[in-house]
């Protein structure tokens, strides 16, 4: 009997829900679900579903150079595969764009300790970064083309002074140094 008792109020109160509306997260997480990337078990690659989630659909890999610096870029070029499967994945697990994907796999790439740090904090309901749009902005991009524009200087003249005999004496100063380091003591420098 109270068995009986227990199961018709089980079913009394399905039943009751079974007339209210659904949230609106549960509809745009069913929705986003269904148009996740697929994992296939028969080739082991995850793939997309639209042509939104496809290679290309977001930014290419200057954009990942921008956002993530050196790393990533070189992982994007000579990895593309895994690259690709990487962002499909996390779209997958963490419901989003291929944009937002490519940039938290950027920020993976670039550094993995603090991105995991990063999402830690995210999860206890800390500070959401945009890794999206990160280094995105005109002051950024304005930092990086000036930066990046001294490092090429700095290392082309560095390279060409080197093949043209421009620091023989630097070359040589070093070399003697690493022969023998007691002659630093007996350099007067100015």
């Known amino acids: 009997m109270k068995s009986f008792s227990i199961l018709s109020f089980a079913l009394l109160i399905s039943s009751a829900c079974a ?14 679900v269904s148009m996740a990337p697929r994992y296939n078990p028969g080739t082991g690659l995850w793939e997309a579903t639209k042509p939104d989630e496809e290679d290309g ?6 954009g990942s150079l921008i956002r993530g610096g050196p790393s990533p870029f070189i992982q994007r ?5 895994a690259y690709d499967q990487a962002v499909l994945k996390y779209m997958a ?7 937002e994907a490519q940039g938290n796999m950027d920020a993976y790439f670039d550094n993995p300790n603090d991105w995991a740090f990063q999402k830690i904090r995210e999860k206890k309901g ?6 999206a749009n990160a280094n995105t902005d005109p002051k950024s991009l304005v930092l990086i083309g000036t930066w990046t524009g001294v490092l090429i200087w700095f290392f082309s003249d560095l390279i060409g002074g080197l093949t043209d005999g421009k620091y023989t ?10 022969e023998d380091p007691s002659i630093l003591d007996k350099m007067s420098f100015p």
């Open 19 to 32: 007339f209210t509306t659904p949230k609106a997260s549960h509809q745009r997480a069913a929705t986003a």
């Open 169 to 178: 004496n630097v070359v040589e100063t070093v070399n003697k140094i690493s």
């Open 93 to 99: 697990s963490e419901l989003v764009d291929r944009k």
């Open 77 to 81: 070029l000579i990895n593309k595969e």
């Open 126 to 131: 800390g500070f959401k970064k945009d890794y």
């Open 57 to 62: 659909s977001s930014y290419g890999p200057i």
